[in-house]
C-alpha cells in the first residue's frame, strides 16, 4: 500500500505519476522508497518502475534514511536538487534548515541551535520530525553523507579529504556512520573511482527544469569585477579566499540533457568544501521549484507574458553579503555600468592583491570589512555621502549591529538595516535579495519595476505596488526579477539610471 510519510509532500496521485513518468520536475521534492529492495530514489530513477503496494515516499532523504533505506546507487539521491519548500519564509524549522546549511550544527549542539530560532530543543525535534519526518541531528547527518558519497563518486580525493569535507573529525567516525547509512564501506565504494586525481574536482550540481542559465550568466556578466570574477556566454569563474589559501570555481552547463550545471572546484582547504558548493547553488538558484513559483505568479496579467518568455529565470544569488551591500551602494542612483565602475575601482585600490593567480585574470579578493572602516574613498569618484554609508556599513558589521546571519525574518534583517545612516527600505530588500537570497524580498520604491508593473500604464506608487505584490507572496522576488529582466530587454539604451542599487 502506498504510504505516505510526514512532511509537505505533493499529493499522492502526483508523486504516483511523476515517478512513473520519471519527471525531473519533481526531482527532490519527495523520495520514493521501496520495502521489498530497502532502497530509496529519486523520482527520475531509471530503474524499472517497481510494484506500487512496495512503494513509499518520503519527504526528505533523512525522513527515508531514518526509516531504514539506503540511497539508490543508480539515481544517486546525492545528486537531487534541494527543496526550497522547506527554507522558504520565516517560520522555525526554514531558519533551522538555513541555519544547518551553514553549519551551525558542526560544532554546536541542538540546544544551540534551538536557542537561536528561539525554541527549545524538544520542539525543535518535534517540528522537524512533523514537517521532514526526521530529526534535525538526522537531517544534518544525511546532507554530510549524500555530499560524501557524491565526493567519493565523482572525484579522487583521498577518503580521509573526503572525511573532512563532509564534515567529520574523525575518519573512524565517517567509516561507521557512511557503512550504516549505505551498507557499504566508503572504500568499496571506491574500487572502480570514475576520476581521475587533478588540481580541481568536478561535481554536477542538480536543478529542477526549466533552467534559463543564459539569462542569469547575462546578469552576473554586466555585474562581474575585474580580478575576482570572470563570465562570459557558457560560464562564470571567481576566486575565493583566504589569501593564503585562495581557490577557484568556474560553473557552466553540464553536457549533454542532464538538469545539472557542472562545477569545476579548487579548494584548499576539505573543511571549506561543502560550505563553498552550498554559496554556488545559492548564487544560481538550483534549489528554486520554478513549477510553484509559476503558479503563484502567473494570476497577474503583468507577469503571465514574462513567465511564457522564460519559465525557467532564476534569482541570482552572491557570494559574499558584505560585497553585495557595498556594490549595492555604489550603484545607488547610477547605471550598472557606472556602479560596476565604481566598484572596479574599489577593488583595484582596496581589495587585497594574491601573490599568484590561481586563474589568470583572476587576481585580487573583495575588500574586508576592516580594509575600508576608515579608508579613504573619495579618489574613487564616489560621493562623500556615499562614502560614509559604506565606512559606516563596515563599521556596523564589525561591531555586530547588522549582519547576513542565515535565521533572521525578512522584516528582522530590514529594521536593523535601514537603522543605518545611508541604507533605506530599498538597499536593505535589494541586499536580502541577493545576500540572503530571500524569495520574498521586495524593493517596492524601484523605479522602473513600478513602471514595469503598470503594464504600460503611468508607474504605480510604491503603496500601490506593494499591495499588488501581496498576492506573489512568499515568491515577490522573482515577480521583480522577471519585471527588470523585462524592462532590459526592452530598454533603448544601457545607460538608464534607476532609484536603487547596482541591480
Keep these: 500500500m502506498n504510504e505516505l510519510h510526514a512532511g509537505t509532500l505533493p499529493d499522492p496521485r502526483s508523486c504516483e505519476q511523476a515517478r512513473l513518468s520519471r519527471d525531473a520536475r519533481f526531482d527532490g521534492l519527495f523520495f520514493t522508497a521501496v520495502s521489498s529492495t530497502g532502497i530509496y530514489c529519486r523520482p527520475v530513477c531509471p530503474a524499472p518502475a517497481p510494484k506500487r503496494e512496495n512503494v513509499r515516499y518520503y519527504a526528505t532523504a533523512a525522513a527515508a534514511e531514518a526509516a531504514g533505506f539506503r540511497p539508490c546507487l543508480r539515481c544517486r539521491p546525492e545528486l ?9 519564509g520565516d517560520h522555525v524549522v526554514a531558519r533551522a534548515l538555513k541555519l544547518i546549511e551553514h553549519g551551525a550544527l558542526d560544532e554546536g549542539s541542538l540546544e544551540q541551535l534551538a536557542a537561536r530560532v528561539n525554541v527549545g530543543a524538544r520542539q525543535l525535534r518535534r517540528l522537524f520530525t512533523e514537517r521532514l519526518g526526521a530529526a534535525p541531528l538526522s537531517v544534518h547527518t544525511t546532507r554530510r553523507l549524500l555530499f560524501a558519497k557524491q565526493l567519493l563518486t565523482e572525484t579522487a580525493m583521498p577518503v580521509t579529504e573526503v572525511a573532512l569535507a563532509s564534515g567529520f573529525r574523525s575518519l ?26 587533478s588540481d580541481a574536482l568536478t561535481l554536477r550540481l542538480a536543478y529542477r527544469p526549466p533552467f534559463d542559465f543564459a539569462s542569469l550568466l547575462d ?23 583566504p589569501a593564503d589559501a585562495p581557490g577557484w570555481l568556474r560553473v557552466s552547463a553540464w553536457s549533454g540533457s542532464e538538469h545539472a550545471l557542472k562545477l569545476e572546484l579548487h579548494c584548499p582547504q576539505p573543511a571549506q568544501m561543502q560550505g563553498v558548493v552550498s554559496r ?35 534569482l541570482p544569488g552572491s557570494w559574499d553579503g558584505f560585497e553585495v551591500a557595498v556594490r549595492a551602494i555604489l550603484g545607488q ?27 589568470p585574470g583572476l587576481d585580487r579578493l573583495f575588500p574586508t570589512p576592516e580594509a575600508l572602516a576608515d579608508a579613504d574613498l ?3 569618484g564616489v560621493t562623500t555621502a556615499r562614502a560614509e554609508t559604506i565606512r559606516g556599513v563596515a563599521r556596523a558589521l ?36 541577493r545576500a540572503l537570497s530571500h524569495p520574498d524580498a521586495f524593493p517596492a520604491a524601484d ?57
Design 398 to 433: 564589525l561591531d555586530g549591529r547588522v549582519d547576513f546571519r542565515a535565521e533572521q525574518p525578512l522584516d528582522e534583517f530590514v529594521a536593523r538595516w535601514v537603522a543605518l545612516p545611508g541604507i533605506g527600505e530599498w538597499t536593505a530588500h535589494y541586499m536580502a535579495m
Design 80 to 88: 537531487s536538487p534541494g527543496n526550497d519548500v522547506w527554507q522558504r
Design 333 to 359: 542612483q547610477v547605471s550598472v555600468a557606472a556602479a560596476r565602475t565604481l566598484a572596479s575601482r574599489l577593488v583595484q585600490r582596496h581589495g587585497v592583491v594574491l601573490e599568484q593567480a590561481p586563474l
Design 172 to 197: 573512524r567516525r565517517f567509516n561507521a556512520a557512511f557503512a550504516q547509512a549505505n551498507h557499504i564501506a566508503p572504500r568499496e565504494l571506491r574500487r572502480q573511482p570514475r576520476a581521475a586525481k
Design 280 to 314: 554556488v547553488r545559492r548564487l544560481f538558484d538550483l534549489d528554486a521549484d520554478p513549477r510553484a513559483i509559476a503558479d503563484a505568479l502567473r494570476g497577474e496579467a503583468t507577469l503571465r507574458p514574462l513567465l511564457r518568455k522564460r519559465p525557467g529565470l532564476r
Design 219 to 241: 546578469f552576473l556578466r554586466s555585474r562581474a569585477l575585474p580580478g575576482i570574477e570572470q563570465v562570459d556566454d557558457i560560464a562564470y569563474a571567481r576566486v575565493f579566499g
Design 447 to 503: 523605479l522602473i519595476l513600478r513602471r514595469a508593473a503598470a503594464g504600460g500604464g503611468d508607474a504605480l506608487s510604491t503603496k500601490a505596488l506593494t499591495a499588488l505584490a501581496e498576492a506573489w507572496r512568499p515568491w515577490r522576488a522573482y515577480a521583480v526579477i522577471h519585471l527588470w529582466r523585462a524592462s532590459s530587454d526592452s530598454a533603448p539604451t544601457p545607460r538608464t539610471k534607476r532609484k536603487g542599487a547596482d541591480l
Design 378 to 380: 573619495r579618489a574613487l
